[in-house]
């Protein structure tokens, strides 16, 4: 939502001039290998705004992506190794989208779609989820989708982040608050018939733009615009495991690859990057496992002194800007 990023413009400046090397080193240049274990580009001259990302099941290497607000209620296939479209879905079935910010993979190929973003700051009295099945062919095409009103139990909010429990089905939200916000447990199964009540259920202490599951349910990520936080599931009492970082730039979107090995991390804008990197807990490259250096900020995450100086950079224009406490409010 470029509405609320526009805040981070002062320490936008200094991250710009030290970001280069930094996201070079973590996910390859242009130039690199266009398969998804190292990232790609979105190359879709239509898709600007890349506000969510979910990898398919039914089409592996295949990534379902959807601007934050298009000209029409539009889903993208795009191949994880060349960045380019393979199918413009059209929702049929549905109202005029306001502000779409997030996609996930349920269980039997549905994709679910939030329509949950409030430009106007949290005053929609209900936002929509949209559920299709995911096509069997990556054609052009429209799918007749169902729509969900859903409505939070503490009243309206701003949200961008939407994860569905690849086991059992379950739609959770996280909303979007610059000093934390809070995991919005949906219905056991959403009903197309009156509301659907959200209720909070743990505190993330992030400024969350996605969220996603691991393909077995057992993780849940949070990413926000300068870092991200893991937990494990454990059965919705989620428990905080540490720190992630994230590319530098205006990040919208988080999804796990199909084998749960990589974390993909996409941004908003033209010719927009998606980041790859290991997932937490999943094997590093060289042996050991990469869940120690997911703990930890990004000083020590081996990528020598480069990383040090953006890490600093960043760290002296955000608290210039908002205070430590609105990236964390507790340490990782």
């Known amino acids: 939502m470029r ?35 190292d990232g790609f580009y979105i190359r879709d001259p239509r898709i600007t705004e890349s506000s969510g990302l979910a990898a398919s099941r039914l089409h592996p290497g295949v990534y379902w992506t959807h601007n934050d607000q298009d000209t029409g209620p539009y889903l993208y296939a795009v191949d994880g190794r060349t960045g380019k479209t393979l199918a413009r879905i059209t929702l049929s079935g549905i109202g005029t989208p306001r502000d779409v910010e997030g996609i996930a993979v349920g269980p039997g190929n549905r994709l679910v779609v939030g329509d949950i973003g409030d430009n106007l700051g949290g005053t929609w009295p209900y936002v929509w989820i949209y559920d299709l099945p995911e096509p069997k062919q990556l054609k052009d095409q429209t799918v007749k989708a169902t729509q969900y009103v859903v409505k939070y139990s503490d009243g309206p909010r701003d949200a961008e982040s939407i994860a569905v429990h690849p086991k059992t089905g379950r739609v959770y939200i996280v909303d979007k608050n610059e000093d934390g916000g809070h995991l919005y447990e949906g219905p056991a ?67 796990y690859t199909a084998d749960g090995k990589k974390l993909l991390m996409g941004m908003e804008g033209s010719d927009s990057p998606v980041r790859a990197q290991d997932a937490p807990g999943a094997p590093a490259k060289g042996g050991g496992s990469s ?35 609105r990236l964390f409010r507790r340490g990782g």
Do not use: C, H
């Open 291 to 325: 869940s120690s250096a997911a703990g930890s900020s990004s000083a020590s995450d081996g990528s020598g002194g480069t990383t040090l100086k953006v890490g600093l950079g960043l760290l002296v224009a955000t608290a210039a800007v908002f205070g430590l406490r």
């Open 189 to 255: 199964k959403l009903s197309p018939k009156g509301t659907n009540v959200f209720r909070p259920t743990a505190p993330v202490d992030l400024w969350a733009t996605d969220a996603a599951f691991s393909p077995d349910g057992s993780q849940l990520v949070v990413r926000g615009y300068l870092g991200a936080l893991w937990y494990d599931w454990n059965g919705g009492r989620i428990q905080r495991k540490g720190r992630l970082d994230v590319p530098l730039g205006q990040g919208e979107s988080v999804t």
């Open 3 to 37: 509405r609320t990023f526009a805040l981070l413009a002062a320490p936008a400046v200094l991250m710009g001039a030290l970001a280069a090397p930094a996201s070079a080193a973590s996910a390859g240049s242009s130039n690199s290998s266009d398969s998804s274990d």
